[in-house]
């Protein structure tokens, strides 16, 4: 992207993956005049500082937030209440400001009691990420052809909406939009079960007396690798997600252990035809995934080494 930026100053609360990987393609592609940093961690700050992600780096959110026109919270959903306090007095009035949360309903409860009037607060979740985290974790093309997510509240100023859109097309994401309860409940089945699922799974294969943690680690790459990869995901964040996204969560799990509990009876009483038509349906929906452009048929599932 050429010409001049979107935005002449970005502040991003919070620099771990997602952050990170933020400031790349805002630089690379033209997106931003100059990116201001902030984190709690010196030593993290100081790594982002390292890796030329920005140009200005302060401890003090407010200090961030200062004179920027766009504002993006990358913090753990549960910190975004006391973030927006902090720097609700230094945002300026037109600025956009935004997140990156896994959860919508709870950001906006949060969040919206303390935006300053004249700023547009528009919510926002990229559906994109490894389970790696922190400053190193980040690279530009993160975002390129995944979805993101506005939820933008009633009576929303158009053209900051379309503004915040185009900021996330110049990233390489696809946008959607979708009411924020919507979103919590599509959010719950397609990523916080699963990641829900695959903590559960590891966690009962390392509380196994009967197979050994090494024969786990040894057999792991007939199924049981792909669950540790979502397992390994941040435990801050996916602590804050299943608090802040409770209702839809135990829906979803409720649903789950229903199924779950039918496939049983399956199994023990030898419904080969349930199973059979189960597995068959599934197996179409990998493919759908794949046909849409949201996957690979690669062997590794297009996830090199550094991924």
Known sequence: MTGTPLFERMALIGIGLIGSSLAQAARERGLVGE???????????????????????????????????LVILCVPVGANEAVAKWIAPALKKGAILTDV???????????????PDGVHFIPGHPIAGTEQSGPDAGFASLFDQRWCILTPPAGVNEQALEKLAAFWRGCGSDVDQMDAKHHDLVLAIVSHLPHLIAYNIVGTADDLETVTKSEVIKYSASGFRDFTRLAASDPTMWR????????????????????LSAMQRAIRWGDGEMLFDLFTRTRGIRRSIIEAGQETDAPDFGRHAKD
């Not at 829906?251 to 789950?256: D, G």
């Open 35 to 69: 990116i201001a940093i902030s984190t709690r961690s010196p030593e993290t700050l100081r790594r982002a500082e390292e890796l030329n992600l920005g140009d200005i780096y302060c401890l003090d959110a407010a200090v961030a937030v200062e004179d920027a026109d």
């Open 240 to 259: 804050d997600v299943c608090l802040n996204n409770r209702d839809a969560i135990l829906e979803m799990l409720s649903r789950f252990s229903e199924d």
């Open 101 to 115: 949360g896994s959860t919508k309903g709870s950001v906006m409860e949060q969040v919206n009691p303390h935006v």
